[in-house]
């Protein structure tokens, strides 16, 4: 299927590795001309020469989206690069700690909030005016099945990455008739770095085995296995496309059948 983005540009955030590098890889087959962020300067290198195998322009920095310096830096650059504006942002950072909903003090909440919700807040401020302009845009966060079936030591995720889908439905009904779409991407249990940290984590807490816990989430798909980073990409990068453009402001379960809801 041609999605029609060949010359359009992307910013792809925390592109170093999993679900948001094979996002940017994928785009990358598709000839989207990419810039890619990470806090990991090595990994987000690393990245960059990966994906200009793939023959297009890709621009990499090393930037903490979790603060003020680190959004500035982003926005900077990326209107350095590209002074036009970009067509596609695809938003994602790291995960934040887990814990109970009383188990954090209001710091570990901010530093969270400043993670997953100002970082959408702040780089969609900054990038879908010139889209609106353009009357073309396309806006992308990956999320958590979390939204839909909050999940037990997970509450600064549960609580805030419903946050960025209230905020993202709500900007979708703004933008829509610039031709910006915007999306969210609710991953299921996905062979990522992220994954194994929750193993480690719900292992220590409950005293299960790591495989024991990966066993029970693949038990939870109809399918019987966890996610592949790839078959994440493969929608966002369709929501990307202008194949995609009668589809907005929707959060598009990714998780093998794990969530049993109609809607």
């Known amino acids: 299927m041609e999605l029609g983005i060949r010359g359009k540009v992307a910013l792809v955030c925390g592109a170093s590795r999993g679900i948001a590098y094979a996002t940017a890889e994928e785009l990358a087959r598709e000839g989207v001309d990419l810039v890619i962020c990470s806090r990991d300067g090595n990994s987000v290198r690393e990245a960059k020469a990966k994906l200009e195998a793939f023959g297009g322009a890709v621009t990499a920095f090393e930037a903490d989206l979790s ?5 500035e830096q982003v926005v900077t650059q990326v209107n350095a690069a590209y002074p036009d504006g970009i067509d596609i942002l695809v938003c994602n950072t790291g ?7 009383m188990g954090h003090d209001w ?9 997953l919700l100002r970082s959408v807040v702040e780089l969609t401020r900054a990038f879908v005016p010139r889209m609106q302009a353009r009357k073309w845009g396309r806006v992308i966060a990956i999320t958590s099945l979390a939204v839909k079936r909050p999940q037990g030591g997970l509450v600064l995720s549960n609580a805030l990455r419903a946050a960025v889908t209230g905020y993202l439905r709500t900007l979708a009904d703004e933008v829509g008739r610039d031709g910006v779409t915007v999306n969210t991407v609710l991953p299921g249990f996905t062979a990522t770095e992220r994954l194994d940290n929750l193993a480690a984590a719900t292992s220590a807490r409950t005293g299960a085995s790591t495989e ?3 066993a029970g989430w693949a038990n939870e798909s109809p399918l019987g296995r966890v996610g592949r ?3 994440l990409a493969a929608v966002i990068t369709f929501l990307c496309s202008a194949r995609a453009g009668f589809m907005t402001g929707q959060a598009v379960l990714v998780d093998g059948g ?6």
Do not use: R, Y
């Open 229 to 231: 980073p790839d078959e």
């Open 67 to 71: 603060t003020t310096d680190g959004i």
């Open 95 to 101: 995960g934040p700690p887990t814990g109970t909903p």
């Open 107 to 115: 710091s570990t909440w901010q530093a969270a909030t400043d993670l």
């Open 212 to 214: 024991a816990i990966f």
């Open 258 to 263: 794990a969530v049993k809801s109609l809607l």
